[in-house]
């Protein structure tokens, strides 16, 4: 088992910037790959960026350019730097771990975390 905690959600002005952490612990080494999805009320849930275990990041169109997920491997930790934030990225952000294709392919990750809310006022 995985376990995921995150921390760093909030309430921001548009424009402004936050930062998202995951931590995992447990059976790390079973998974391959880490990522954030979110979930706007009354919307579906969508992979926002994912990151392997070698450092190959992608990410949904709406956030290119100002959205970077990393991970620093030594603290099993990965990162959202979310900047230039809008309205429309006000969501529950859901870190998740597993195997690259449970996370992009089939997007039913093995791990989730409990979510953490962001809300970007206009």
């Known amino acids: 088992q995985v376990q995921l905690v995150e921390s760093g959600g909030g309430l921001v002005q548009a424009g402004g910037s936050l930062r998202l952490s995951c931590a995992a612990s447990?059976?790390?080494?079973?998974?391959?790959?880490m990522g954030w999805y979110r979930q706007a009320p009354g919307k579906q849930r969508e992979l926002v960026a994912s990151?392997?275990?070698?450092?190959?990041?992608n990410y949904v169109d709406s956030v290119k350019g100002r959205f970077i997920i990393s991970r620093d491997n030594a603290k099993s930790t990965v990162y959202l730097e979310m900047n230039s934030l809008k309205p429309e990225d006000t969501a529950v952000y859901y870190c998740?771990?597993?195997?690259?294709?449970?996370?992009?392919?089939?997007?039913?990750?093995?791990?989730w975390g409990q979510g953490t809310q962001v809300t970007v006022s206009s």
């Open positions: 998740a771990a597993g195997s690259w294709k449970s996370i992009v392919v089939v997007r039913t990750p093995n791990y």
């Open positions: 447990g059976s790390i080494f079973s998974i391959n790959a």
């Open positions: 990151i392997t275990n070698g450092g190959m990041t």
